[in-house]
């Protein structure tokens, strides 16, 4: 008799195939759906190879592939895409499967989806994964929320392939009902918007106003990432600052000064305003991502608004050119 699989994961993407390759590496058995077949034929030809996966090749097969109660992970682009699936595997499973949403969702979409699976006798989890790539390969930070009665089925799955603090601690444990999950991750992806800005300001002020070069910004980042702003963004900052191309140019200095956005970091800001929550930093860091965009008029504009000298007042800033010991 075939072995059943675990978990199920749908949308072998960057992040849907390194937590794929996690679980599995965690000792789990993992069967593994892409829209694109090609997707899939590809990722068992290569980094799946030999491992304990299922490819599946349609939802009737993936549904069957698993041990009950049947788990099922979606990794797929957040909003219409996520109803889509569903629809399509909901009727295929029974009273307490799980689906569980590992995207960008929106909370109140979470909390429509939990209240329409669970009255089909279904539970539902959105889980938000921090991390990037190589997190969900390593160990990212999961924020799992939605149908309490699916955390002891989805725990040990969840808590093996967190990343885990100093003492073992895994960075996952149950957030609460509804989209609460989802609703943390978008208040995450807020701040970060936040500490991306204010990076994004330091950078400014140390080349435009001080004049310093790549090479200074670099060990001054380098230094700060010694003591308490020690993080992941000061800590590839630094990287990106010293990062040359093969004809010796520095990286940085050719990436096109756009930003863009999926929408949690203005999504936390009208969460906000409709809570009467204070969020200005996370406010302003939302709108200079938008002005970024807005490449082609600002080339307009430039040099019809003249502005002041960036670097008149930079004597009086030098002693930021150097990281100083606190007092």
Same mark, same amino acid.
């Given at each position: 008799?075939?072995?059943?699989?675990?978990?199920? #994961?749908?949308?072998?993407?960057?992040?849907?195939?390194?937590?794929? #390759? !996690?679980?599995?590496?965690?000792?789990?058995?993992?069967?593994?759906? !892409?829209?694109?077949?090609? =997707?899939?034929?590809?990722?068992?030809?290569?980094?799946?190879? /030999?491992?304990?996966?299922?490819?599946?090749?349609?939802?009737?097969?993936?549904?069957?592939?698993?041990? *009950?109660?049947?788990?099922?992970?979606?990794?797929?682009?957040?909003?219409?895409?996520?109803?889509? =699936?569903?629809?399509?595997?909901?009727?295929?499973?029974?009273?307490?499967?799980?689906?569980?949403?590992?995207? @960008?969702?929106?909370?109140?979409?979470?909390?429509?989806?939990?209240?329409?699976?669970?009255?089909?006798?279904?539970?539902?989890?959105?889980?938000?994964?921090?991390?990037?790539?190589?997190?969900?390969?390593?160990? +990212?930070?999961?924020?799992?929320?939605?149908?309490?009665?699916?955390?002891?089925?989805?725990? +040990?799955?969840?808590? *093996?392939?967190?990343?885990? =603090?100093?003492?073992?601690?895994?960075?996952?444990?149950?957030?609460?009902?509804?989209?609460?999950?989802?609703?943390?991750?978008?208040?995450? @992806?807020?701040?970060?918007?936040?500490?991306?800005?204010?990076?994004?300001?330091?950078?400014?002020?140390?080349?435009?106003?001080?004049?310093?070069? !790549?090479?200074?910004?670099? %060990?001054?980042?380098?230094?700060?990432?010694?003591?308490?702003?020690?993080?992941?963004?000061?800590?590839?900052?630094?990287?990106?600052?010293?990062?040359?191309?093969?004809?010796?140019?520095?990286?940085?200095?050719?990436?096109? /000064?756009?930003?863009?956005?999926?929408?949690?970091?203005?999504?936390?800001?009208?969460?906000? #305003?409709?809570?009467?929550?204070?969020?200005?930093?996370?406010?302003?860091?939302?709108?200079?991502?938008?002005?970024?965009?807005?490449?082609?008029?600002?080339? %307009?504009?430039?040099?019809?608004?003249?502005? +002041?000298?960036?670097?008149? @007042?930079?004597?009086?800033?030098?002693?930021?050119?150097?990281?100083?010991?606190?007092?």
């Amino acid at each position: 008799m075939k072995e059943l699989s675990d978990i199920a #994961l749908i949308g072998l993407g960057v992040m849907g195939e390194s937590l794929a #390759l !996690n679980m599995e590496s965690k000792g789990f058995r993992v069967s593994v759906y !892409n829209y694109i077949p090609e =997707v899939t034929d590809r990722f068992m030809a290569g980094r799946g190879k /030999d491992k304990h996966f299922h490819a599946a090749y349609s939802y009737p097969d993936l549904v069957a592939s698993l041990k *009950a109660p049947r788990k099922v992970f979606l990794m797929v682009t957040a909003g219409k895409a996520v109803d889509e =699936v569903i629809a399509q595997v909901a009727p295929l499973l029974s009273k307490g499967d799980i689906l569980i949403d590992g995207g @960008n969702s929106h909370f109140p979409d979470t909390q429509r989806r939990t209240a329409q699976l669970e009255a089909q006798g279904l539970l539902y989890v959105g889980c938000g994964v921090s991390g990037g790539e190589e997190g969900a390969l390593k160990g +990212p930070s999961m924020m799992p929320g939605g149908s309490a009665a699916a955390w002891p089925a989805v725990q +040990p799955i969840f808590q *093996a392939i967190a990343a885990k =603090v100093g003492d073992g601690v895994p960075c996952c444990d149950w957030v609460g009902p509804d989209g609460a999950g989802h609703f943390v991750k978008m208040v995450h @992806n807020g701040i970060e918007y936040g500490d991306i800005q204010l990076i994004c300001e330091c950078y400014q002020v140390m080349r435009d106003a001080l004049g310093m070069s !790549n090479e200074e910004m670099q %060990k001054t980042f380098a230094e700060w990432n010694k003591g308490e702003l020690s993080s992941y963004l000061i800590e590839i900052t630094r990287d990106i600052l010293g990062k040359k191309d093969e004809q010796g140019q520095y990286v940085l200095d050719t990436i096109l /000064d756009t930003a863009g956005q999926k929408g949690t970091g203005k999504w936390t800001v009208l969460n906000a #305003l409709d809570e009467g929550v204070s969020l200005t930093l996370i406010a302003e860091a939302v709108f200079a991502r938008n002005l970024s965009a807005c490449k082609e008029e600002r080339v %307009k504009a430039s040099p019809l608004l003249a502005g +002041p000298n960036p670097r008149e @007042n930079a004597t009086a800033m030098d002693w930021c050119r150097t990281p100083k010991a606190s007092p």
